[in-house]
């Protein structure tokens, strides 16, 4: 994997994950593994052809923006999907707090593109939104460097992006339905979020299970928290270091094995 710096974060911040990534993929069946490599295929390949005339994934999304914003939404109003119900954004930290990192993509799912059967977990002053299509959960997010290149995985505390909690098992159920089938802002930028999320399905799945024994951890070695999921002490609540190339390359052994 890649070498990026730590995150650096005023909050509590827990271990990286370090998978044993052969030993995670060999785990996998083989229509798993080619599922994985065709989206590493499809993730380079939106890359390469954006490369050729100087852009790339994170240019697509502030084009036409003279000033990039801490904070603020690209594209303005997210990209959502009407027939999926996939939705992401991206934007950026103070500097202080970005770590080697330009900004990172925030990832969801609401309500309606969720396998029948999905609820909100039972979390302590859950209050349910008021649209039938609100209680939206965060999949993961994915930082990226200056030059438009993904280089870690992350998850977040509930208080992070204002969504609504759902178990890991839940949220590992609605990655299959992550689809931005729609050429807006960008073609290339949407498929290239939803092969990310196929192509680092094993350690997104780690991740997910991770943030929920670190809430977990969390709630027990602080009984002064009055709503864990709200805690502003406690944000990054998993990550990993990634990049493309490795995992095709380990993706490529696993099937060749």
């Known amino acids: ?13 827990p271990q990286p994950d370090r998978p044993d990534t052969a030993a995670l993929l060999g785990a996998l069946d083989r229509a798993t593994l080619a599922a994985m490599d065709e989206a590493g295929a499809l993730a380079a390949e939106c890359q390469r052809v954006l490369a050729k005339t100087g852009d790339n994934i994170v240019g697509e999304l ?13 594209p303005k109003g997210d990209v959502f999907d009407r027939e999926t119900n996939a939705q992401y954004f991206y934007h950026a930290h103070p500097q202080e707090l970005r770590s080697g990192e330009h900004g990172h993509f925030h ?8 396998p029948k059967g999905v609820k909100p977990a039972r979390v302590p ?10 209680a939206l959960s965060h999949l993961i997010a994915i930082s990226m460097d200056k030059f438009g290149n993904p280089i870690r995985l992350f998850t977040t505390n509930r208080w992070v992006t204002g969504e609504v909690w759902y178990a890991a098992d839940d949220v590992v159920q609605m990655l299959d339905a992550f689809e931005i089938d729609h050429a807006q802002p960008s073609w290339p930028a949407n498929r290239w979020v939803g092969a990310m999320l196929r192509l680092f399905r094993p350690q997104i799945e780690r991740l997910l299970a991770q943030r929920d024994g670190c809430v977990a951890a969390w709630l027990d070695g602080h009984p002064d928290s009055n709503d864990v999921y709200e805690d502003r002490r406690l944000e990054i609540t998993s990550y990993v270091d990634i990049t493309i190339d490795d995992q095709r390359a380990a993706v490529q052994q696993a099937l060749a094995g």
């Open 125 to 134: 002053h859950f209050v349910a939104p008021k649209g039938d299509n609100d």
């Open 62 to 74: 502030l084009r036409g923006s003279d000033t990039f914003y801490e904070w603020n939404h690209y």
């Open 107 to 114: 990832t969801f799912m609401r309500p309606k593109g969720m």
């Open 1 to 13: 994997m890649n070498t990026a710096e730590p995150l650096v974060a005023k909050t509590h911040l």
